[in-house]
């Protein structure tokens, strides 16, 4: 059985930096191109990072019952959002390999997952705070003003719901974020293979646990605290 990993984060907290990197560290591990009905960014191209279609093909693959999950992101009552979708195929494609499968999905989407695959695992990536998301998103220049706030707003939104995940991951240092990354993923892999665990797996296994939900709570409520400025310290 492969296990599914879910990561999800708001925009700009280096998610798919950290994505990039785990998957030059680790093997048999497929990563889910989802579809979606937004515009491609920057560099992106069909069938990488998504594969880009037009709201009827999105709305004829939600017909023909092609997604575990789906979700219209970033909308609002003025806004419509834009379709995403994790579709089945790429499951079925991870199991037939013997590989594991990793999906970059929302926080709707985590909890349509987590409904049908109990035992998936759920990581929640954080951004220090919401200055450094803010200014993130900003550098990347990828936005227009509007979509920012809009996705800040989404973020706080988003932040709220970490408990629902497995696992925290703040992302402060890229690098040591990553190597925690791996580590979750791999220490999943050794407690579910059944097998003995060497003394280097034992650490590695502890390493992944520091960022079990109930031991970062804490490290959480400051990062929280940071979205809603209007809560000042000691009132
Ligand atoms: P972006 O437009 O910045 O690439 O992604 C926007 C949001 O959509 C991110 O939070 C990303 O994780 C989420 N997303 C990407 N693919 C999927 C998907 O297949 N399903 C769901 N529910 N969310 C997705």
Request: hydrophobic content about 35%.
């Amino acid at each position: 059985m492969s296990i599914v990993y879910i990561v999800s984060a708001p925009s700009g907290s280096g998610k798919s930096t950290l994505v990039n990197e785990l998957f030059k560290m680790v093997r048999n591990l497929d990563f889910s191109i989802s579809y979606t009905t937004r515009a491609p960014r920057g560099s992106e191209q069909n069938g990488k990072e998504y594969f880009f279609v037009s709201r009827k093909e999105f709305e004829d693959m939600i017909a023909a019952d092609e997604f575990l999950e789906y979700a219209e992101v970033f909308g609002d009552e003025k806004v419509r959002g834009e379709y995403y979708g994790t579709a089945r195929r790429f499951l079925l494609e991870a199991e037939n390999r013997s590989n594991d499968l990793l999906l970059d999905i929302d926080v709707q989407g985590a909890s349509k997952i987590k409904e049908k695959i109990p035992e998936a695992v759920s990581i929640f990536i954080l951004p220090p705070d919401r200055e450094k998301l803010e200014w993130r998103l900003r550098t990347r220049g990828l936005d227009s003003e509007e979509v920012i706030l809009r996705r800040l707003e989404t973020a706080r939104r988003e932040i709220e719901n970490y408990s629902k995940y497995d696992y925290i991951l703040v992302n402060k240092v890229i690098e040591k974020s990553a190597d925690q990354l791996k580590d979750i993923v791999l220490s999943e892999r050794l407690q579910r293979s059944g097998k003995a665990l060497s003394e280097e797996d034992k650490r590695l296994v502890e390493t992944a646990q520091a960022c079990r939900l109930d031991r970062a709570r804490e490290q959480v409520q400051p990062i929280l605290a940071s979205f809603h400025p209007q809560v000042v310290k000691g009132n």
